[in-house]
């Protein structure tokens, strides 16, 4: 089946700077890849996502990239912001799987003053 | 507004005694999912339905039980012979379109 890895587990950074979180993955055959911004005590709300046939896609600070032949994608959080502060999780779906999401294990931002 | 909704909030359960967690979906959507995740973990899936009356066990099912009687609902029962079911639960919900939209949680803790 699918494996998601993601790094860094967390990831400090001072406010104005950007963030990065990569994440890799094993299916070929995957074809869609959210992100996932969770904040203490919620659920997880979609920020932004990707399909294989898209190489980078922007939603005001927001980006993703996605390289299919290495099969890796990653989410870029420019201009930083204290209410960046969260648990982020990158996802994806392997066609054939009845649409389950495999996701990564989390990457903790802190956003500093 | 459309959205999904589990209760509740938080949930408490003696040894020994089963206790069902509500979610209840108003987008109409086919699929739904229950997720674990434990403190600074990331989610485990433990049951998905992508139809009424039709589940399927997901990584760590052992202990849970489910059923999908109406499209709007996926109740979740932790049974007794969950031994560690103190955790975040989730319930998520999937349309014709990729995304997944979660619920708040329930957070299930043992006394």
């Known amino acids: 089946g699918e494996n998601v890895e993601q790094h860094p587990s967390t990831l400090s950074v001072q406010e104005g700077d950007s963030a990065v979180i990569k994440c890799t993955y094993s299916d070929s055959a995957s074809n869609y890849f959210p992100w996932y911004k969770q904040e203490l005590g919620k659920g997880p709300q979609l920020i932004i996502d990707i399909r294989s046939n898209v190489g980078e896609k922007k939603d005001q600070r927001i980006a993703v990239t996605l390289n299919k032949t290495a099969k890796h994608f990653s989410l870029h959080i420019t201009e930083t912001q204290p209410e960046d502060s969260a648990v982020y999780f990158c996802a994806a779906i392997p066609t054939g799987t009845a649409s389950k999401l495999t996701f990564g294990t989390g990457t903790r931002l802190q956003v500093t003053l | 507004d459309g959205g999904i909704t589990q209760s509740p909030k938080y949930l408490f359960r003696k040894e020994g005694q089963n206790v069902t967690l509500s979610c209840e979906q108003n987008l109409n959507h086919d699929a739904m999912y229950w997720y674990r995740q434990d403190p600074g973990q990331g989610l485990r899936l433990i049951y998905y339905s992508q139809i009424v009356n039709d589940f399927q066990k997901g990584d760590i099912a052992e202990g849970y039980s489910v059923s999908r009687e109406k499209k709007e609902s996926f109740p979740l029962t932790v049974t007794s012979a969950q031994k560690n079911p103190t955790a975040f639960y989730l319930c998520?919900?999937?349309?014709?379109?990729?995304?997944?939209?979660f619920g708040s949680g329930t957070r299930l803790t043992v006394v």
């Open positions: 998520a919900s999937k349309g014709l379109l990729y995304g997944y939209t």
